[in-house]
């Protein structure tokens, strides 16, 4: 056989040199220097980002968000290592190592990683339950036992370097095999339920250090139930003086910050309460002398400086395996989260799966220096971005702040209360424990979503099988001389309407893939089209278009203005026409592609067929809300969910996807439908009464492809492109969701 190179006859001797060179033929940009080159910049972010970091506009400004950061990390490390019952110190080496490392690796640009409240939880628990307190009794005098919390210290620390270890493995293994979609079966409800609960255990792990009293360590099933019985036991020992330490911590505490978020606005940073409640009362406790007055717990020793790297303990491996792989999944979960939330609003984009490999390397190397396993803070992020933080430099100053901490402070608060420390995480739960409203919320609004944020498996698991995640999306176009439309890529005699986008989901829309659903849709729009990429945000000026061939103008349509939103409106049970280029009222008007110097769309009008959306959850709702679009077979679910609002109202719905490409067409804007129904409408059928507004028709056979009688047009003049959702149900309407 001829594999070599220039014809070189491969034989037995040099049969491996005749596959490299093979190889090298045909994927020769595999082992070339820009390929390299690529690689390198694909998992070092900070390559592409630093040498156009604009330092004379975000310098400053991630200098003053990185010390308010810093700040807020030395409390909070404390705090959070006691959580996770490890030594406080350890706390400071978790808020340093990956605060420096995520500088490298990371994509978000405002996450504030380091020490959070449920990861702590979670190794809390798994110390408690493997290495107990009693493990390390010792007799004093032959007769009294005492813990030796020297070697229990030094066992926890061991075994919880193996899990940070272990879970960035499987959060670097998983990030390398393109994994980072997983996190969208972690739906926001099933997060945001997660993390309430473990919120309550946070709570009730800190009540023994806010009343004195010392309870035995539970695991297992309900031992969150039996810790709570045993602390009511032991109030009659509460620790008066501790008691009183944590209240007034908590009171001022929360004071402070409830100020700090009214005048947000005119404060140039946050007071840092829980800093100056850590200085004043490690001040108070070491001039009283708290601990051997009034019994009152004390941090202890912090030891100065930095420890050298030491390997896990790997025979520790089979023991934590299955909760280092659940700390890795729950931690990157709320990281990409908070990433995500805050790439949305200053317009950037986060990698999914270099964030999880940006984690597996935090929390994998820092293991070797004593860290336990790391998340994003949202207390944090939201002080990084509100200080001014433009970029992962400010993680850099926070980190430099805490080393200046580790080497030279730290030690001066071995008499601080672990009360202040208790108060502090308690405090910092404030915002876990509002989502308890969430209840009621996903109540009225989606109960299914209700089930999911309570945990039930079932629900998590059959969702996502019963709704494909990757539905196939297609653009459709009608079949001549009939009002059948079909997918023009696998029909030839199929053709796209002029000026007309009509998109296309095999499936329904749900928390898993609705994402994948607004970028199928910004390709499937963008690529048969005339001009270079262009945001479909951006409207032609109206009569100002030029036609051609293929780029028809955008026809004119009644006296409605460039900047109207939707009115209200019903002409069918299934379409709602948005403009896309809007501002209300007296607004300035919003920039044309003319007047920025961009092309002009091929296109007018986008038409969303939603024809199998038979359901909607809150995830769905959010992200409709970022990219304005609207349907409504699942319009009561949407109305429940507050999808509506003075800027995003319910316009114009029709019966069928040609309804909506006819309308489209003729460029006639159809006005409000009264709520009575007209005498030539069949009464709406069971299932489509009603809604608060006006009445919904649903369609009743082909004669009923038209849309509802037009009244007087109350609009201005040319709107700009508009985008049409067109649900057609051929069976009848959906059963309700919640059934």
């Given at each position: 056989m001829e594999l070599g190179?220039?014809?070189?006859?491969?034989?037995?001797?040099?049969?491996?040199?005749?596959?490299?060179?093979?190889?090298?033929?045909?994927?020769?940009?595999?082992?070339?220097?820009?390929?390299?080159?690529?690689?390198?910049?694909?998992?070092?972010?900070?390559?592409?980002?630093?040498?156009?970091?604009?330092?004379?506009?975000?310098?400053?400004?991630?200098?003053?968000?990185?010390?308010?950061?810093?700040?807020?990390?030395?409390?909070q490390g404390l705090a959070y290592a006691l959580l996770a019952g490890l030594p406080p110190v350890t706390g400071l080496y978790s808020s340093f190592y990956p605060v420096f490392l995520y500088f490298f690796f990371g994509t978000s640009r405002h996450n504030s990683v380091g020490p959070f409240a449920v990861i702590s939880v979670m190794i809390g628990s798994l110390t408690d339950s493997l290495l107990p307190s009693e493990n390390f009794l010792e007799s004093i005098n032959g007769s009294n036992m005492t813990v030796n919390e020297e070697r229990r210290d030094a066992a926890r620390v061991e075994l919880v370097a193996t899990i940070t270890v272990l879970t960035g493995i499987f959060q670097v293994a998983l990030g390398l095999l393109q994994f980072g979609f997983v996190v969208t079966y972690l739906s926001d409800p099933l997060v945001r339920g997660y993390t309430t609960a473990?919120?309550?255990?946070?709570?009730?792990?800190?009540?023994?250090?806010?009343?004195?009293?010392?309870?035995?360590?539970?695991?297992?099933?309900?031992?969150?139930?039996?810790?709570?019985?045993?602390?009511?036991?032991?109030?009659?020992?509460t620790n008066v003086g501790t008691?009183?330490?944590?209240?007034?911590?908590?009171?001022?505490?929360?004071?402070?910050?409830?100020?700090?978020?009214?005048?947000?606005?005119?404060?140039?940073?946050?007071?840092?309460?829980?800093?100056?409640?850590?200085?004043?009362?490690?001040?108070?406790?070491?001039?009283?002398?708290?601990?051997?007055?009034?019994?009152?717990?004390?941090?202890?020793?912090?030891?100065?400086?930095?420890?050298?790297?030491?390997?896990?303990?790997?025979s520790y491996f089979g023991q934590v395996v299955g909760n280092a792989f659940a700390i890795a999944v729950v931690g990157y979960a709320i990281c990409i989260s908070l990433g995500k939330i805050f790439a949305l609003k200053h317009g950037y984009k986060v990698d999914s799966n270099q964030e999880l490999i940006a984690l597996g390397f935090c929390n994998f190397l820092g293991g070797f220096f004593q860290c336990f396993a790391i998340s994003c803070s949202m207390s944090r992020s939201l002080v990084q971005e509100s200080t001014g933080g433009n970029s992962q430099v400010a993680g850099v100053i926070a980190s430099l702040v805490i080393l200046v901490t580790i080497l030279k402070i730290g030690e001066l608060f071995r008499d601080l209360p672990k009360a202040i420390l208790a108060a502090i995480i308690i405090i910092n739960l404030h915002g876990m424990f509002k989502q308890f409203k969430d209840i009621r919320t996903l109540w009225k609004s989606n109960r299914v979503d209700l089930v999911r944020a309570q945990g039930r498996g079932g629900a998590m698991v059959t969702r996502p099988l019963l709704c494909s995640r990757r539905p196939h999306y297609s653009i459709l176009g009608r079949i001549p001389d009939t009002d059948v439309y079909r997918d023009v890529a696998q029909y030839q005699m199929a053709q796209e309407v002029p000026g007309v986008k009509i998109f296309c989901s095999s499936s329904t829309l749900y928390f898993a893939n609705v994402e994948l659903y607004a970028e199928a849709l910004k390709k499937k729009v963008r690529r048969k089209r005339?001009?270079?990429?262009?945001?479909?945000?951006?409207?032609?000026?109206?009569?100002?278009?030029?036609?051609?061939?293929?780029?028809?103008?955008?026809?004119?349509?009644?006296?409605?203005?460039?900047?109207?939103?939707?009115?209200?409106?019903?002409?069918?049970?299934?379409?709602?026409?948005?403009?896309?280029?809007?501002?209300?009222?007296?607004?300035?008007?919003?920039?044309?592609?003319?007047?920025?110097?961009?092309?002009?769309?091929?296109?007018?009008?986008?038409?969303?067929?939603?024809?199998?959306?038979?359901?909607?959850?809150?995830?769905?709702?959010?992200?409709?809300?970022?990219?304005?679009?609207?349907?409504?077979?699942?319009?009561?679910?949407?109305?429940?969910?507050?999808?509506?609002?003075?800027?995003?109202?319910?316009?114009?719905?029709?019966?069928?996807?040609?309804?909506?490409?006819?309308?489209?067409?003729?460029?006639?804007?159809?006005?409000?439908?009264?709520?009575?129904?007209?005498?030539?409408?069949?009464?709406?059928?069971?299932?489509?009464?009603?809604?608060?507004?006006?009445?919904?028709?649903?369609?009743?056979?082909?004669?009923?492809?038209?849309?509802?009688?037009?009244?007087?047009?109350?609009?201005?003049?040319?709107?700009?492109?508009?985008?049409?959702?067109?649900?057609?149900?051929?069976?009848?309407?959906?059963?309700?969701?919640?059934?």
């Open positions: 190179s220039h014809g070189t006859h491969c034989s037995p001797s040099n049969v491996s040199e005749c596959l490299c060179s093979a190889r090298l033929r045909l994927c020769p940009h595999r082992c070339s220097a820009s390929a390299a080159k690529s690689l390198l910049f694909r998992f070092l972010p900070v390559l592409r980002w630093l040498p156009r970091y604009p330092f004379k506009d975000w310098l400053l400004g991630d200098i003053t968000s990185g010390f308010s950061v810093g700040i807020m990390h030395l409390p473990a919120s309550v255990h946070v709570l009730v792990s800190q009540l023994k250090n806010v009343f004195g009293v010392s309870l035995g360590e539970h695991s297992g099933p309900l031992s969150l139930f039996v810790t709570v019985i045993e602390i009511c036991r032991k109030l009659p020992e008691l009183v330490t944590a209240v007034i911590a908590m009171v001022v505490i929360y004071i402070v910050k409830e100020l700090n978020h009214k005048f947000a606005a005119k404060l140039p940073m946050p007071i840092p309460i829980e800093l100056i409640t850590i200085i004043i009362s490690t001040g108070i406790s070491y001039g009283v002398n708290l601990n051997a007055k009034f019994g009152v717990s004390v941090v202890g020793n912090i030891p100065s400086g930095l420890k050298p790297p030491v390997v896990p303990n790997v005339c001009h270079p990429p262009m945001s479909l945000l951006l409207a032609p000026e109206p009569g100002q278009g030029e036609p051609g061939a293929h780029c028809p103008a955008p026809p004119q349509r009644g006296r409605c203005g460039p900047s109207q939103h939707m009115q209200d409106g019903h002409n069918g049970p299934g379409v709602a026409v948005i403009e896309l280029s809007g501002a209300e009222g007296s607004a300035p008007p919003a920039p044309t592609l003319r007047t920025l110097g961009l092309p002009q769309p091929s296109f007018h009008t986008v038409i969303l067929d939603f024809s199998p959306v038979s359901f909607v959850d809150t995830v769905s709702i959010k992200i409709l809300k970022n990219v304005r679009w609207v349907w409504l077979p699942v319009l009561a679910q949407l109305e429940r969910g507050s999808f509506f609002s003075s800027s995003l109202t319910k316009h114009c719905f029709f019966p069928s996807v040609h309804a909506a490409a006819e309308h489209a067409r003729s460029g006639q804007r159809p006005a409000p439908v009264s709520a009575r129904t007209p005498r030539h409408h069949p009464r709406p059928r069971d299932g489509w009464g009603p809604l608060r507004e006006p009445r919904v028709y649903p369609a009743a056979g082909p004669q009923h492809q038209d849309v509802a009688p037009q009244e007087e047009d109350i609009c201005g003049a040319e709107p700009g492109p508009a985008t049409l959702m067109a649900p057609t149900h051929p069976r009848g309407p959906p059963a309700p969701m919640d059934s």
